[in-house]
Each structure stands twice: as structure tokens, then as C-alpha cells.
């Protein structure tokens, strides 16, 4: 009988492009069992996920609404991987950028839009790089592991968000766990009359068309690859491997913070402790689905902004539970991530 031998070998580089295609058939394979199991058609189901969410105009503009937080954390999480950084922290980052949007959003009152938007927008971008400072110079002075650190401090600012919330920033007027409204001039205005969608999309645009840039046109983004395919030899070849790994750091930092000054100024006016979704973390699957690629970024983002609009439909329609979303992106990442690393190998007979 022959013997199976497992040996490292990488894919062609044909195969990468496919490995998103590939991931999301065999999730939907998958899922369909999950869709079986309650006595429903995973055809009709499917079609109330991908199809029906973009029949009309409202709601294929509330697609690109959902994929607003997705484009700038799927852009941050792009940015530092690709640098080799592993920044599972942009969930924080998020965080800390939302909490700067709500403290100055409050206190620009009588300043014109002008001035209002810009400043919020400045001030949630440093409050994500300071917040981002912390793992990051942990990383590059003293070697401490970024996964744990970027990860331990989404729960540290959690808890502070619960500190401002029920003390000093508590609503006066109803004494709910919130912020005060931001002043009106600091709202983001609406790109669409009478729908969501709001400025942040316009600046998640932006925001990928400058990671797009840094990576193919400058000396910053040549240093960032040269890093995440190998510290030693970009170090060899003179790259100055942990400030670029703390700048790519820093900026990935400041994108995630501009997901919370979108999430206050464009959708909740106000700070609440569930002002993400868990965006950062999902973040992370549309880079990895996008392939650290700003273009496949910006196609991932909008494809699970259409799974979390398709899973309220298919719940409304058919009955099925609304977490049926959460299971199609988690098992998204898992598909995605094994996928990643198989491409590696190859089964060879000895």
C-alpha cells in the first residue's frame, strides 16, 4: 500500500486569487447543513441572504451603511498585517476612537460643520494611534507578544467605556448608560437624502484608497512588505524593521479609531457600550478574506456587510435565527484561515 507523505510546498501563484472564492462555496456548503437541521431550505435561505437584500434601493444602501465600519477596520487590520504586525486590537482602537468622537462632539457646540467634523475626525484618528502606542512600543522595545497585549486592552477600554457611562457621562436627561448628544454640527451629513448612509462611508473610501497608495506607491509601503515577508532579511537589507513595524502600527491604529468616530458621528450621536458590533474583530476576517489586497479588502467589507443586512432578512422571511450571520463569518475566517496555511503543503506519494 503506498504511503502519504505530507511535504511543504507552495501553490502556484494562480491558486491565490481563488482562495476567497473557494472559502466562501465550501462556508456555504457548510452552513447549508446548519440550515437543514431546521427544517429549511438552504436555496431559499440563500436567496433571502444574498439576493433579496440587494432587490431594492433601501436596502442595498444599507449594505454599503454595515460595510462603512467593516472598510476601515478591514483597512486597519490590512495595514499592520502586512507589516508583520498582528494587531488583534482594533477592536480597542475602535473603542478609543469613539470615546474621543463622543468628548469632543460634545464640547464643539456652536462650531461651525466645518471645523466640527474635521477636528472629530483628527481626534478620533490620534485616539486610536495613542490607544494603538501602547502594544506597539511593548512590540518593538521589549519584544512582548502584540496578539496577547492588542487583545487584553479591547477588555481594558471596555471597562473604561463602562466607567464614563455610568459616572461622569451618564445621560442627564434620561439615566441611561449613555453619553449627551454630540452638538449638532459635528454630525456627519447624509450622502443619500433620507437613508443611513452618512460621510463615514465617503471616508472608509478614502481611507482604502490611502492604504491602497502607502503600499503601491511609496518607500513606506515597500519597507512594510519587505518586513512581513521576512524581519531578518529586510532587516539584512537595511530596513529599519521595528520603526516600521511601530509606524505601520501607529496608522493602522488611527484607521480603526476613525471606525468609532463613523459608528458615533454617523449612526448613534452618542456613546454607548455597544457602539461596535464587534467590528474589529471582523475586521479581521475581511482582511484575511481580502487577502491583505485594499481592493479585496474593500469587496470582503461589502460582501459581509451584505451577510449581516441578508441575516435580518432571511430571519424576518423564514424564521431562521439571526445569528446565522455570525455563524457564516466565523466559519468564513476558520475556512479562510486553513485555506491560507494548506496552500503551503501538498500530499505527495513516496
Not at 518586513?227 to 520603526?243: I, L, N, P
Not at 478574506?289 to 423564514?318: I, K, Y
Amino acid at each position: 500500500m503506498p504511503k502519504l507523505k505530507i511535504e511543504r510546498y507552495p501553490a502556484p501563484l494562480w491558486v491565490r486569487p481563488l482562495i476567497p472564492i473557494i472559502s466562501i462555496v465550501v462556508t456555504f456548503l457548510l452552513t447549508s447543513l446548519v440550515v437543514l437541521s431546521l427544517n429549511k431550505n438552504p436555496f431559499e435561505a440563500f436567496y433571502y441572504f444574498l439576493i433579496v437584500p440587494l432587490a431594492s434601493q433601501s436596502s442595498a444602501i444599507e449594505v454599503l451603511v454595515k460595510s462603512t465600519p467593516l472598510l476601515l477596520t478591514g483597512a486597519a487590520v490590512t495595514f499592520a498585517f502586512s507589516a508583520g504586525y498582528y494587531n488583534i486590537g482594533a477592536e480597542g482602537q475602535l473603542l478609543a476612537g469613539a470615546i474621543a468622537a463622543a468628548g469632543l462632539g460634545m464640547v464643539l457646540q456652536n462650531v461651525p460643520p466645518v471645523l466640527a467634523i474635521p477636528i472629530m475626525i483628527v481626534g478620533g484618528f490620534a485616539a486610536g494611534m495613542a490607544y494603538a502606542a501602547i502594544p506597539a512600543l511593548l512590540k518593538t522595545r521589549l519584544d512582548v507578544d502584540e496578539v496577547v497585549t492588542t487583545l487584553l486592552l479591547n477588555t481594558v477600554i471596555l471597562f473604561f467605556i463602562s466607567f464614563l457611562l455610568n459616572g461622569v457621562w451618564r445621560s442627564p436627561v434620561s439615566g441611561w448608560p449613555q453619553s449627551p448628544e454630540i452638538a449638532e454640527s459635528a454630525i456627519f451629513p447624509r450622502l443619500i437624502p433620507r437613508t443611513r448612509l452618512h460621510l463615514g462611508f465617503l471616508l472608509a473610501w478614502i481611507s482604502i484608497g490611502a492604504v491602497w497608495l502607502v503600499f503601491r506607491r511609496t518607500v513606506l509601503g515597500l519597507r512594510m512588505r519587505a518586513v512581513g515577508m521576512g524581519k531578518e532579511a529586510a532587516r539584512f537589507a537595511g530596513v529599519k524593521v521595528e520603526q516600521t513595524m511601530l509606524t505601520a502600527a501607529l496608522i493602522s491604529g488611527g484607521i480603526a479609531g476613525l471606525a468609532g468616530v463613523s459608528e458615533v458621528a454617523g449612526i448613534h450621536y452618542h456613546l454607548i457600550e455597544a457602539i461596535s458590533n464587534n467590528f474589529g474583530y471582523t475586521g479581521i476576517i475581511v482582511a484575511m478574506l481580502g487577502a491583505l489586497n485594499p481592493l479585496g479588502v474593500s469587496l470582503a467589507a461589502l460582501f459581509l456587510g451584505l451577510l449581516d443586512t441578508g441575516a435580518q432578512t432571511v430571519s424576518r422571511a423564514m424564521g431562521i435565527p439571526i445569528y446565522l450571520g455570525n455563524i457564516v463569518q466565523s466559519a468564513l475566517l476558520l475556512i479562510t484561515l486553513a485555506a491560507l496555511v494548506l496552500q503551503n503543503y501538498r500530499i505527495r506519494r513516496e
